[in-house]
């Protein structure tokens, strides 16, 4: 019992959280540039306001979401009142990346904490600065008995797995995940798998290229291309490519002028691991755009490649950075051919004036989530479940969805003394023909 917040305590909680945050979200602001020169602007719109939101949603909620929720009773038990009641699973285990580093970690923390769970929150190690001022803040809030955050690498984050906790939220890699889930699997705990994949990005024959261009250029380079929704890679139609990809080229230097290098809006790759990866599928390719990079900045330009072969390096895996291939298609059997190669990813794109070609591909094909004529912004509503499908993830969160993540649902039917029908009790001689008649009218 006593890994278990009360309501009105996480209400207390949850409000002193948004004090906290607003106090320090200069901080987060500067040490997001610090850790990877994050623009300011960036780090507003997809880090300290979204956290806020989160926060504010999630206060004036709570009263509705923890409330026990009454269903339809079954005719079948009348009379009956019955109830949906959300339970703390108790002692959570929060892991998160590096990409968002203080969205990702206090968004899980404050659907956990809504939901009545004590939490060890396990941010990157990859962004000290960020981490630090995560760390302030959880200690400036809660007791460590209601949230503590712990730091490590992955010998550390191995550690903590072996524990037995009763849920686990995993943000990060699929490899990472699958280490989760076998070790969520020894004590049977549940858990959610927020991962990555290969997301497409399709652009129909008679799309508005125009749009499609700037808001890809953007949803693709948007914090460097390190956005687990970022559009992967793009399928065009083959008449449209050769226009498409000006209006790409255009719009690249629209955003970031004629040397991104230079622009203060493009941020930089995490580390040199992550940088020496991306090379090595610009390498090897025909580079349309871009292709310049610095190692000891970890700079990458925005880079655009022509027709990779799909066993080529860039094309294996998630490239999760500033490089985007482009694949022409003549028909829906090529999409399908190229879609099918991969794991279910974690949202698809489509761009198109066609409507039965949209519902097309967003029935099709298994996914997470996605748009039609826009990239990433899906995110952005809290009505709208988060999360992946298969090798992209397991269960979702965002408004009510985060606290329903965070809770077990209990089923409970309550039954006055009064009104108990003996049908159902032995001896059943001479009633069968009674129940079946009572059943068939349900
Ligand atoms: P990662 O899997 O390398 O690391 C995530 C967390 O796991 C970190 O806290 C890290 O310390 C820990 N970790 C790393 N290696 C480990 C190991 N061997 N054993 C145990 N723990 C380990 O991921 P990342 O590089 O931080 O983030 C990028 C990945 O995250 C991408 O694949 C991206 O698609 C995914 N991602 C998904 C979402 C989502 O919401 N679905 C959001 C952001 C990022």
Known sequence: MSSIIAVAKRKILLQKLLISVKKHESEVIEALYKDFKKPAFEAVISETSYVISDLKNSISNLNRWTKPKQVWPSIINFPSSDFIYSEPYGRVLIISPWNYPF??????????????????????????????????????????????????????????LEKRWDFIFFTGSVPVGKIVAQAAAKHLTPVTLELGGKNPCIIDEGANLEIAA?????????????????????????????????????????????????STDFPRIINTKNWQRLQAMIEPSKVIVGGVSDEENRYISPTLLDEPELNSEVMKDEIFGPILPIISYHDEKDIERIISKYEKPLSLYVFTENKQFAEKMITSYSFGGGCVNDCMIH????????????????????????????SHKKSIVKKPSWGDNPIRYAPYKNKLKY???LLSWL
């Open 379 to 406: 995110f952005a509503n809290k009505r709208l479940p988060f999360g992946g499908v298969g090798h992209s993830g397991i269960n979702a969160y965002h408004g009510k969805f985060g606290f329903d993540s965070f």
């Open 103 to 160: 969205q990702l970690a206090m968004c899980p923390l404050i659907a956990a904490i809504a939901a009545g769970n004590t939490v060890v929150l396990k941010p990157s190690e990859l962004t000290f600065n960020t981490s630090q001022i995560i760390t302030k803040i959880v200690e400036e809030v809660f007791d460590v008995k209601e949230a503590v955050v712990v730091h490590g690498g992955a010998e550390f984050t191995q550690s903590l």
């Open 214 to 262: 700037k808001r890809i250029v953007w949803g693709k380079f948007v914090n460097a291309g390190q956005t687990c929704i970022a559009p992967d890679y793009i399928l065009v139609q083959a008449k449209e490519k050769y226009n498409f990809v000006e209006l790409l080229k255009q719009e690249i230097t629209q955003a970031y002028g004629e040397n991104p290098e230079e």
């Open 435 to 437: 129940i079946k008649k």
